[in-house]
């Protein structure tokens, strides 16, 4: 059995899925299926270019997410990278030490293909990782049910992560959690569908952070906060995650002697709570 409390976590991410459905959130439904051709013809087209990017995908935000369960053990996206769709997302993965498993054409665009070549993986992970504790599925397609099923049939803790209206509500409730992509910390909120002079907003991106360090801290907070439904979180947990998020992290690098310094060094982003035996931190008034 899996130890729960040295939390190691797996991530699959069907970025075709994410990618169509995003599009379809920000854009209006099926449409992706309506400008498919041009996108697959040329994706530079100005046009097309600009709906795109309007639809980009925080693959940050995904991982970060992730990361906030406990230590990332693998992580894997599959697509067919070759198209330019999914090309552009390729250096942005690898940074983040994802294995991009290729789908070639004639499985990528087919019923099921990346479905089960996920599963497939899926399913070996956990037998030839008895140490695994959380499996994270990046979809929203019902075809994964059984899949979230079995996972926890064999004593892991599924999380889901889907675009609000286009996640299926039975693989919702299959898994232990499942939360929106739309809701993730950090993630810009589209506009309403066919309003073209609405600018997207960043979700509770109240007065960014001006230094690494300080987003740092800010998107920490924001994922425990969001994992744990509280105000006030250990320092130790905070900084657990930050060293999670960024294995480079320290404190005394930065000139400070201990963690709780660092905080208070920055109160605009964080406030302290050193009342008790145990170091509590929470976001600043004007950011929560």
Known sequence: MPDMHNARVAVYLDFDNIVMSWYDRVHGKNSYARDRQKIATDATDPEIAERLTAATIDVGAIIDYATSFGTLVLTRAYADWSAPVNAVYRSQLVARAVDLVQLFPAAAYAKNGADIRLAVDVVE?????????????????????????????????????????????????????????????????????????????????????????????????RLESDKEDVEWQHASAVKSLIRRLDPSFSEKALGH??????????????????????VLIRLAADRA
């Open 125 to 221: 992970d956990m037998f030839r990782l008895p140490d695994l504790t959380h499996v994270v599925i990046v979809a929203g397609d019902s075809d994964y049910v059984p899949l979230a099923q079995r996972c926890k049939r064999l004593g892991r803790y599924v999380v889901g992560v889907g675009v609000a209206g286009s996640t299926a509500k039975s693989l919702a409730a299959a898994c232990d959690q499942f939360d929106s992509y739309d809701a993730l910390p950090g993630v810009a909120a589209p506009p309403a569908a066919g309003r073209k002079d609405a600018a997207p907003t960043r979700r509770r991106a109240k007065k960014a952070p001006a230094d690494p360090a300080e987003a740092l801290l800010e998107r920490a907070l």
């Open 257 to 278: 002697k201990s963690f709780s310094e660092f905080v208070k060094a920055h109160p605009t982003v964080a406030e302290v709570d050193e009342s008790g035996n145990i």
